[in-house]
């Protein structure tokens, strides 16, 4: 009996893992154990973390639970890759080393299965959401997060809460639309990379978007939330052949 074909990649983002949350957190630890274990690389496109203060607090037990997690596929010789989300962009070569993982820089372009694939988190291409574009380049700015760093690890974690509280209220106040990716954007990533297929995260909306005269396709990763109901949850794969398939947290295809 032939035995199935190992998966080439698997993708997953906005987790949010935080210990309020343990279904989710164990969701994510079965999906390590028994749907990465069988791959050979594993993508993670950012906001795994509901927040990351810096690599100081890797010393926690959950987050070292999360490190040795993704430790022990690295040490299978699974190929481990890490984006930064708009909610963990502070993840360093701390938390890597720990982890096993490669930082990635976004965009970033793979070739899997035949396929040129532009990766991103999401949220550089929501370029109408002019708040968040300014506050994002501020924070993304090396020498505000050098400064940030600097801050004793409680007081940053406190400015993470209150940022945290704001963006839960403006949240409220926008539209869909304005927080989800513009096609303007997403037209400009294509050229950019060059890249026919895009996967990303980062608005909560999974979905595959295909352009009929181009063909270009852009896959939309789902967030997770099993401690709420109903619980949600997924990821995509791609197969030797170059398929590529979106999965619920069953690992049933969507």
């Not at 990766?119 to 050098?146: I, S």
């Not at 949600?232 to 590529?244: F, V």
Request: with cysteine; proline share 6%.
């Amino acid at each position: 009996m032939n035995s199935p074909a190992r998966t080439l990649a698997l993708f997953i983002s906005d987790l949010h893992l935080q210990e309020s949350h343990p279904r989710t957190a164990e969701a994510f630890f079965r999906f390590l154990a028994e749907r990465a274990s069988q791959a050979d690389a594993l993508y993670l496109l950012g906001d795994i973390f509901e927040y990351w203060a810096g690599d100081d607090d890797l010393d926690t037990p959950f987050h070292r639970r999360i490190a040795g997690a993704l430790r022990e596929l690295a040490d299978q010789g699974i190929g481990v890759h890490w984006m930064a989300g708009n909610r963990d962009f502070l993840v360093g070569q701390d938390f890597a080393r720990a982890a096993g993982l490669t930082l990635l820089p976004d965009p970033t372009v793979v070739s899997i299965g035949g396929r040129r694939i532009a990766l991103v988190h999401g949220d550089a291409q929501c370029t109408d959401d002019t708040k968040y574009m300014a506050f994002r380049a501020q924070v993304r700015d090396p020498a505000w997060q050098q400064q940030f760093l600097a801050m004793p690890l409680t007081q940053r974690k406190a400015i993470i809460a209150g940022l945290r509280e704001g963006s839960r209220q403006a949240h409220g106040e926008k539209s869909y639309e304005i927080m989800d990716v513009t096609p303007e954007a997403v037209a400009a990533l294509h050229e950019a990379t060059r890249a026919d297929v895009i996967i990303h995260g980062h608005t909560h909306r999974p979905a595959l978007h295909e352009d009929p005269e181009s063909g270009r396709r852009r896959y939309v990763l789902p967030d997770w939330e099993l401690d709420a109901e109903p619980p949600r949850g997924g990821w995509i794969a791609i197969d030797p052949d170059g398929h590529i398939t979106r999965r619920d947290l069953d690992g049933q295809p969507v």
